[in-house]
């Protein structure tokens, strides 16, 4: 029995699918499985098996997949026609959205920052006081700590 054209066994015996992404689809390809690279060269997939006959009968599946991933990727490139204009009432819904969540944050001042845990820059050489936590000792009785 022959393997599929796309069908490959690798160095350890078991079969994977590979397909070549056209190269106008590579970056589309990529943002889509969004896989973080900049483009997809090849879909690729293993199969999990070392049966030839077997092989042949899982790759038709995957191969539809890596078809649907290619049609959504296509799908990605096509051109929609920009906009160059907005109604009167498209700019006051934008305008009322905006105010509306802008103003609760219009009032307040910027945040109150606690003072940092390390010591302020004039102090390298000398030591400077940084604030310790507590040290716990025991204390009268047993299982009790105190706090210092």
């Given at each position: 029995m022959r393997a599929m054209s796309?069908?490959?066994?690798?160095?350890?015996?078991?079969?994977?699918?590979?397909?070549?992404?056209?190269?106008r689809l590579e970056q589309p390809t990529a943002e889509f499985l969004g896989n973080g690279k900049s483009r997809q060269v090849f879909?690729?997939?293993?199969?999990?098996?070392?049966?030839?006959?077997?092989?042949?009968?899982?790759?038709?599946?995957?191969?539809?997949e890596f078809d649907r991933i290619l049609a959504q990727a296509e799908a990605l490139t096509v051109q929609r026609p920009m906009r160059t204009t907005l109604e009167k009432?498209?700019?006051?819904q934008i305008t009322n959205y905006f105010f509306a969540h802008a103003a609760p944050f219009?009032?307040?001042?910027?945040?109150?920052l606690p003072s940092p845990p390390y010591p302020p820059k004039g102090a390298r050489g000398a030591r400077?006081?940084?604030?310790?936590?507590p040290s716990m000792e025991p204390a009268e009785g047993p299982g009790r700590l105190r706090v210092r």
């Open positions: 796309s069908v490959s066994k690798n160095r350890h015996g078991v079969y994977y699918v590979r397909k070549k992404v056209p190269k879909l690729k997939r293993t199969l999990d098996t070392k049966d030839l006959r077997e092989a042949n009968i899982r790759a038709k599946p995957v191969l539809i009432r498209e700019i006051d219009a009032t307040l001042g910027p945040p109150d400077a006081k940084v604030n310790k936590p």
